[in-house]
């Protein structure tokens, strides 16, 4: 998605064109097309430059992606290939931590000083904000909390190469896995072996509201897994409020009630119910809108104290 965003981080314009080929210069050009989308119904004069929000490690100054093991990337020159294709300054940084700039500053993360964002899709994707700076680290990897193992010795694999990695369980793919793990439990589900792949974490979960007992099951596995890894984000750097993006986070209370009360009895060290657990309240567009702040502010390291 390209978006224009205003100053008060609304989307004025946007257009959208999925990415079927996840190659480097497939996706340049299709990231172009979009832009020139947009632009079209403008003057591009009135643009100064562009931000993407990109997976994986992010090199901020050169805009390069280091690495990113969704896109099976590694030392792609992004901004710099998207800033001769399209005429503008372009500025890359982690989509997740552009999706926590635009929900802090413009969601349900404002006027908190400190705030967590974790994106619950493929992966688990995440940003910090504290004492209202934007965490960033030594290497701009600050806030990949879905790659810390939850369940080191009986967990699922992770695609980074570890066992029980908190977005290996509790992901929208975990969700996913937890179900495929219970089949041989429920021979009567109608989450049957051939289609439990096929239909997804949404279909999985509305199945879960519908009492299937197999969905259930997956979804209380779910659940007790993404409390784990809460509890250890609240013992990391105990927020006023984590928010949940992401697909999954759609089911609204459905995933809250049972959540919450399992966070706070894992929560030890920090003073529980000093966390709220919330949903986040831009959705797919919180990292269009971190993105453009991104672009606003020239880059995301001038864009730190969020």
């Avoid at 965003?5 to 999925?18: F, H, M, N, P, T």
């Avoid at 199945?207 to 209380?220: I, V, Y």
Wanted: hydrophobic letters at 45%.
């Amino acid at each position: 998605m390209a978006a224009l965003v205003d100053d008060s981080g609304k989307i004025v314009l946007r257009a959208e064109q999925d990415i079927e080929d996840q190659g480097f210069e497939p996706v340049v050009e299709s990231i172009g097309t979009v832009v020139d989308q947009v632009l079209a119904q403008m003057k591009k004069s009135e643009v100064s430059a562009a931000g993407i929000g990109a997976p994986g490690n992010v090199e901020l100054v050169s805009g390069t992606v280091a690495y990113s093991p969704n896109l099976r990337w590694t030392d792609k020159p992004l901004g710099a290939a998207v800033a001769r294709r399209i005429g503008l300054d372009v500025h890359v940084a982690n989509d997740a931590r552009c999706a926590t700039l635009g929900e802090y500053r413009f969601g349900i993360g404002a006027g908190t000083s400190d705030f967590v964002l974790l994106t619950l899709g493929t992966g688990i994707g995440g940003g910090i904000v504290s004492n209202g700076l934007l965490a960033i680290g030594h290497g701009a990897g600050a806030g990949e909390v879905g790659h810390h193992q939850i369940r080191a010795t009986d967990g699922f694999n992770c695609n980074c190469g570890k066992i029980g990695c908190f977005e290996a369980q509790a992901s929208g793919t975990g969700l996913i896995r937890q179900a495929l793990a219970l089949e041989p439990s429920f021979p009567r589900s109608t989450l049957v072996p051939a289609n439990t792949q096929k239909r997804g974490s949404k279909a999985i979960r509305k199945a879960a509201q519908a009492g299937d007992p197999h969905a259930l099951a997956a979804w209380e596995r779910f659940v007790d897994d993404l409390a784990r890894g809460l509890a250890n984000v609240i013992a990391f750097v105990n927020p006023e409020v984590i928010a949940l993006g992401g697909g999954v986070s759609s089911a609204g209370d459905f995933l809250l009630t049972p959540l919450r009360p399992k966070v706070d009895t894992l929560t030890t060290m920090a003073p529980r119910g000093t966390t709220r657990i919330e949903i986040a309240q831009l959705g797919n567009d919180a990292g269009a809108i971190g993105a453009a702040e991104v672009a606003r502010r020239g880059g995301l390291l001038a864009a730190v104290r969020a």
